[in-house]
Nanobody, 123 residues
Framework: VQLQACGGGLVQAGGSLRLSCAAS????????MGWFRRAPGKEREFVAS????????AFADSVKGRFTISRNAAKDTVYLQMNSLKPEDTAVYYC?????????????????WGQGTQLTVSS
């Protein structure tokens, strides 16, 4: 399975954007999905995750209340809705798939990664 992330771009502070991450093929294995990001000069960090059941989600403190994570009905696409964007949200965003039903917040827990999509938030 390959993951294709898209939807990044340039947005002004306070704006919104939705990232999408699609699997190259329909996966029938229950899997959790996550979003991570890497800002210039910084380590990759957790952003959000969603379990297979879609009832469990988790968010980094820095994005709580502003970002939401969801899937489509077929569970082959995951979305990251980002509202009230700030310049510090500027980063390359990566989606990842975990061969496990439970969501996780550590990058080592994920098995497959997308190529990343750039988000730039201007002040």
């Amino acid at each position: 399975v390959q993951l294709q992330a898209c939807g990044g771009g340039l947005v002004q502070a306070g704006g919104s954007l939705r990232l999408s991450c699609a699997a190259s093929e329909r996966t029938f294995s229950p899997s959790a999905m996550g979003w991570f990001r890497r800002a210039p000069g910084k380590e990759r960090e957790f952003v959000a995750s969603i379990g297979w059941s879609d009832r469990t989600t988790a968010f980094a403190d820095s994005v709580k209340g502003r970002f939401t994570i969801s899937r489509n009905a077929a569970k082959d696409t995951v979305y990251l809705q980002m509202n009230s964007l700030k310049p510090e949200d500027t980063a390359v965003y990566y989606c990842a798939q975990r061969a496990h039903t439970l969501q996780a917040e550590t990058s080592d827990d994920y098995d497959t990664w997308g190529q990343g999509t750039q988000l730039t938030v201007s002040s």
